[in-house]
């Protein structure tokens, strides 16, 4: 049989659909910045507390800063219509069975939700901890939210996600106390992913912590904007 290695054109295409991604993501974050729009883009798995989280977030940043939040979901408008209740600017990203959101995809979504009266961008990734971590969204920052009940040994088995993220919130601080939750624990590993990455312990439901994490978000948006 002859051998037909020679004439098979073989293409990467994992790295060239990242690299496309990666450029168009710094053309978006340059055209935020001349705007002076901040993105921050949030992950975390199903259930964390991220709807839950960003409520108590825009509560705490009420008449300090200007935020649209856009929600995206494989499916539904449940999380819009919540964070819409809030009074800020809300819109909701089907993702067409997608289980991430890309550079593209941001940029049609901040179209739609319109930055001309925003200081806070805030998009609420799809929930996965694992493909969201892949792409990058544009976002000035990412962040991430670990509830407890997840255990503390999620940095172990999803390293590049806690790699990426400059903040991980660890919530549902209110319920240590019924899991093996090893908070110290926790922390070790987050170092050992990323030394830089800043670790706030909230409780979305009781609003604890949400003062640092409003402080830390505050303070980035400032920096970006001068």
């Not at 705007?35 to 949030?42: E, Q």
């Not at 825009?58 to 209740?85: H, N, T, W, Y």
């Not at 901040?110 to 609420?124: K, P, Y």
């Not at 544009?138 to 088995?157: C, F, Q, R, T, W």
Request: overall charge negative; some cysteine.
């Amino acid at each position: 049989m002859a051998d037909t290695t020679s004439k098979v054109k073989v293409i990467e295409i994992k790295q060239s659909v990242f690299a496309s991604n990666d450029e168009q993501a710094r053309n978006l974050r340059g055209e935020l910045k001349e705007k002076g729009v901040f993105l921050l883009n949030l992950m975390s798995s199903p259930g964390a507390g991220k709807t839950t989280t960003l409520k108590q977030t825009v509560k705490a940043l009420e008449g300090q800063l200007r935020i649209g939040v856009m929600e995206a979901d494989i499916d539904s408008d449940v999380d819009a219509k919540a964070m819409a209740d809030t009074g800020v600017k809300a819109i909701q990203l089907h993702t067409g069975g997608m289980c991430h959101l890309d550079a593209d995809m941001t940029r049609q979504g901040l179209e739609a939700l319109g930055t001309e009266d925003v200081d806070l961008a805030i998009l609420e990734n799809v929930g996965n901890l694992v493909c969201p971590a892949e792409f990058d969204t544009g976002a000035v920052k990412n962040a991430m939210i670990l509830s407890v009940p997840e255990g503390h040994d999620k940095p172990l088995k999803y390293p590049l996600m806690f790699s990426v993220c400059d903040v991980v919130l660890i919530n549902k601080t209110d319920v240590m106390p019924y899991f093996d939750f090893d908070l110290e624990k926790c922390r070790e590993y987050i170092r050992m992913r990323n030394p830089n990455a800043v670790v706030i312990p909230i409780c979305a439901k009781t609003g604890e912590g949400i003062g640092a994490w409003a402080d830390w978000l505050r303070t980035q948006v400032k920096d970006w904007k001068s």
